[in-house]
């Protein structure tokens, strides 16, 4: 039972560079959820997922795009990495009113 | 918007009790959430709260007042591994939230420390 599974866990970019953080849940979730970690700020929504094919921006999705082509993936993209991205990363999903759960957070540096 | 607040560090000596409040800047939104996060982990759901009153969990136990949009999370024989943070979190109504009312709104963390 592996729940929610982000890869990568590191990476370190230069600015401009592009790239797609994967998020992967097998629990049959319908709500799926990308957050962004940085000090002293707690989890802030970048975008979330109410199903395959429907998504909506959070509180800060300015510079990320995602898609939701099937249940169970939620790729997050960032199209012009900027130093501003730096941050601890975290995928989530749940069902109805059930607990949320996250994914082990994939932490980027942009150079 | 919504925002929640909570106090940013608290510390405690190991075998206390010690008490996180948590309150929501709105007239009402959709039971309340615990999350713990150790350091350089994910979060993972401690509680929650859907209706007023209290919840029990062994060691940990919420509360929630709706008509006071507050809630609280309360840790007892404090122990080292409890030392963490601690994240409220409310599924606001739709009304107020830019994001719909589909997905948790979290408090920015109580970082507690326990002491010997």
């Known amino acids: 039972n592996a729940g929610v599974t982000q890869t990568p866990k590191f990476q370190v970019l230069k600015t401009g560079q592009s790239m797609t953080l994967q998020c992967a849940q097998d629990?049959?979730?319908?709500?799926m959820s990308w957050y962004r970690q940085d000090p002293g700020m707690g989890l802030r929504l970048i975008h979330y997922?109410?199903?395959?094919?429907?998504?909506d921006q959070g509180e800060v999705p300015n510079g990320y795009n995602v898609s939701r082509s099937t249940t169970e993936d939620f790729p997050l993209r960032l199209l012009s990495a900027a130093p501003s991205q730096t941050s601890v990363y975290f995928c989530?999903?749940?069902?109805?009113?059930?607990?949320?759960?996250f994914g082990d957070g994939t932490r980027l540096s942009i150079l | 918007g919504q925002s929640l607040e909570q106090p940013s560090e608290v510390t405690a000596v190991e075998g206390a009790i010690v008490q996180i409040n948590c309150t929501y800047q709105?007239?009402?939104?959709?039971?309340l959430s615990w999350y713990q996060q150790h350091d350089g982990g994910a979060p993972t759901f401690l509680s929650y709260?859907?209706?007023?009153g209290l919840e029990e969990t062994g060691r940990f136990s919420s509360f929630l007042s709706r008509s006071d949009s507050y809630g609280y999370l309360l840790l007892q024989e404090l122990q080292m591994k409890d030392s963490a943070s601690y994240f409220c979190?409310?599924?606001?109504?739709?009304?107020?939230?830019?994001?719909?009312?589909?997905?948790?709104?979290f408090g920015k963390g109580t970082k507690l420390s326990v002491i010997p």
């Open positions: 997922s109410v199903g395959a094919g429907i998504t």
């Open positions: 709260n859907a209706l007023d």
């Open positions: 989530a999903s749940r069902s109805g009113d059930q607990p949320q759960h």
């Open positions: 629990m049959n979730h319908e709500y």
């Open positions: 709105t007239s009402g939104f959709y039971g």
């Open positions: 979190a409310v599924r606001p109504p739709q009304r107020d939230s830019g994001a719909g009312s589909y997905q948790l709104t």
